[in-house]
Every structure is written in structure tokens, then in C-alpha cells.
């Protein structure tokens, strides 16, 4: 019997930049459909696929070090198109990787944002970067295929 896999073992590269979140949020892909319905025929309708209006987007957040690399290259960032695809991998309680999903033409940082400054309060600085992307496609789904046939 296929065991689940927990959703906190995963790893993020861009390139040859490998990071770490605490979150990732809109690992998805979905379609735009327009119904046409046919005159004279009410058991079917015509499904069309329609042309994306919306960017992908995906939503990195992390909380914020002393001494954190990617925070200080962040603001820079603002933006850019990367020159390379992005990678996100799914890890299993051995640290292999149980599936993959890689996203291309990464925009970097479409929206950039700390929390909140708050002196009364005693929580982490969480930093979240919104990034475009052209599409996601699963890479290698391995140990998962058990889990859903």
C-alpha cells in the first residue's frame, strides 16, 4: 500500500539558485472554457477552450533571516525575466524525490511584500514574492501514481 506524502518536504530551484520557502501557494493549472450551446440541441452543449487573459502565478513565502541572500537580491529583482525555468520537488521521509514540477520563463517578483512591522507582536517576518510564469507541467510523479489509481 502506497503511503501519503507529507507536504512539507520540498525544494525550489531557479536555475542554478536553489531556495527555500516555508510556503508555496497556485501550484496549479486550469483552462479558461466558453460554452456554446447549439440551437435545436438541449442534451449537449459545445465546450471551447479560450485564450488565457490571466498570467500563471505562483506565490513563494519564507521567513526572513539575519542573513538571508535572497532577501537581499529581492528588491533587485523586481521584474526580470530569469533566462532559465524554475523546479519544484516534492521529497518523500527518505529525501527522494517522489514528484517534480517545473514552471518556465519565470518573472520574478510581479508582487513583493513583507509582513507586517508590528513591535507588540512575536512573530516570524514572513517575506512573500509573487512570480509569473509561462505554465507548469509535472515532471515525474513516481511514488504518487499509487495514491490516486
Known sequence: ???PVVGN????????IMMSFSKI??????????VLKEGGVNDYVHVLQK?????????????????????MLTPLLVGKILPFSGTI???????????SYSFGEPIVLLKWEIGDLD????????????????GISVDK????MGIFF
Open 1 to 3: 500500500m502506497a503511503r
Open 9 to 16: 518536504r520540498f525544494s525550489v530551484s531557479i536555475g542554478p
Open 25 to 34: 501557494k497556485n501550484i496549479s493549472r486550469d483552462i479558461e472554457v466558453d
Open 51 to 71: 485564450q488565457y487573459t490571466t498570467p500563471h502565478k505562483l506565490v513563494f513565502e519564507h521567513g526572513l533571516c539575519e542573513s538571508s541572500m535572497l532577501s
Open 89 to 99: 520537488n516534492v521529497r518523500d521521509a527518505k529525501g527522494e524525490t517522489v514528484s
Open 119 to 134: 513591535a507588540l507582536g512575536n512573530k516570524v517576518l514572513i517575506e512573500s514574492l509573487e512570480v509569473a510564469h509561462s
Open 141 to 144: 510523479i513516481g511514488a504518487l
